[in-house]
Each structure stands twice: as C-alpha cells, then as structure tokens.
C-alpha cells in the first residue's frame, strides 16, 4: 500500500512559515522561541468514544489530570499520514519525511492549558520511532502500515511490530460525508480537536510540555468501516459507534520540549 501524495518539496518550507501568520484563534500566544519542526498531516480520521473518567484515570500518569466534559471523557484513535516532515531551515528528505501513523490519546490540562496526553503513537518509520522516543519522550512503536485511497474513501491499515509494546492493529476504510466547517468554540468538536500542546512526562515524574501550532481544524463529518481495532487493547473497551471527524490536511509545527515549571 502506498502512503498518497509525494512530498511537496517546493510548497512544505512556505506553509510552514505561513502557519505562524494564524494565531487569533489559539487559546494562548504562541512561544517565544523558535520551532523546530514541521509537519503536514493528510487524510485524518478522528475517532473518539465516550469513556467513564475512571476508566482512564487508573491507566494514566497520576501527575496528569483528566479533562472531562459533561462528566465524560474521551478517547481518541487518530490514523493519518505524515508529509513533508523537516527540521526548519531544512527541507524534507524524500522517502524519510512521509509515512504513515496512527496515535491513542486522551485530553488533560495543567496550567490552564489544555493539551493531549498519548497512550501510544504508531508509525512505519523507524528513524521517526527512535527520534520521537528521545526527543519527545513520548510512546512510539514501530508497525507495518499502509495508506491508499479505495472506493472513495482512505483505507488504512496498521500492525505494531514493535515488540517491546502490546499488540495492537487497526483496519479501516473512512471518509467525509459533509462539508469543511471549522469547531464552534463551546463545543464538543472544539473541546476535542483545539489543543495546541502535548503532555508527557521525564524520568522523574516532572511534566513536560510540547508546544504545538496549526491553523484551526477544517472538520468534516465523516463515515468508517472498522474491521479491527485493538489499538486500545489494554486500556479500555471501545464499545458503541465513535464520534467521526475528517480532516483532508492541515499544516503543522512542533517547540521542543520544556518543563511545565519553567515555560
């Protein structure tokens, strides 16, 4: 299976740079100091369920506190593909900067700032895994992945081969079905997909925090057909039909790390 669209070699570095001219629509200023990152994401789906807090409060960090809303929490399963991933002043590297991933993730807020917090990160690369492990302290696997478009829709299929994690495979066909609206502030899309920083922890327990920083999501109501979904597996049971969004692209730059004491 192929991962789509080729990287945009000439186009990649002038999004990037466009991103930072949108900022009205962040809940807080963007850092001070310069990214180091940037990405394009394609054909995301989000999935969510509803899920009980405690459910999700005996598997998390005990320094991490959940967001719920109306007394619910959520949990994300997010597959999509990466393009044009560089350093800046660089550009991407062909073959390297474009892979598929796919990502389990919860929402949690410290310091009034609400961000996301990632069960487990999946991607078929392995130079990716091993940079985002280190730089980012966050829970990357390596996994046998595939994109390609089919019957109208982006079939994507993912098996960890990782093996220093749980099992976990994802098999889906999924797609839009409305049109591109951006989240009405207030509301459950909002609350779900407007975070603009991850979570994650170092050796001690102290928090980190990873900026992030992307013009607002363009939503679309979406439809899939999962066949096989245990990228939860060990967490949590994901019954009942998910909450779907789509987004066809959006453009991306990461901040390094910095603890949440000192940003």
């Not at 990152?37 to 506190?65: C, I, S, Y």
């Amino acid at each position: 299976m192929s991962t789509g669209r080729p990287i945009d070699l000439l186009t990649s570095p002038v999004a990037h740079h466009l991103v930072t001219r949108a900022t009205e629509h962040r809940p807080w200023p963007m850092p001070g100091r310069p990214w180091v990152m940037g990405q394009t994401w394609a054909n995301l789906l989000f999935a969510h369920w509803r899920v009980v807090p405690a459910v999700l409060e005996r598997v998390m960090p005990r320094e991490l506190p959940l967001d719920t809303l109306d007394g619910s929490a959520w949990l994300g399963v997010t597959p999509f593909a990466v393009r044009n991933l560089r350093l800046k002043f660089t550009w991407p590297v062909p073959y390297l900067s474009t892979f598929p991933e796919i990502n389990v993730r919860t929402y949690v807020t410290v310091g009034g700032r609400p961000g996301i917090y990632f069960f487990s990160l999946d991607a078929d690369s392995a130079l990716a895994v091993l940079a985002a492990r280190r730089l980012y302290r966050l829970p990357y696997f390596r996994a046998r992945m595939g994109i390609e478009h089919q019957d109208g829709g982006v079939a994507h299929v993912s098996e960890r081969v990782s093996t220093d994690g749980p099992d976990a495979a994802f098999r889906a066909l999924y797609g839009p079905c409305g049109p591109i609206e951006q989240a009405v502030p207030g509301s459950l899309e909002h609350w779900l997909t407007e975070r603009y920083c991850l979570y994650t922890l170092d050796g001690s327990g102290r928090i980190l925090r990873g900026e992030i920083h992307h013009p607002p999501w363009p939503l679309q109501t979406a439809t899939a057909a999962i066949e096989e979904n245990t990228m939860a597996g060990g967490l949590v049971v994901l019954d009942g039909q998910p909450l779907l969004h789509y987004a066809h692209r959006q453009e991306v730059i990461f901040w390094s790390l910095e603890p949440v004491d000192e940003a």
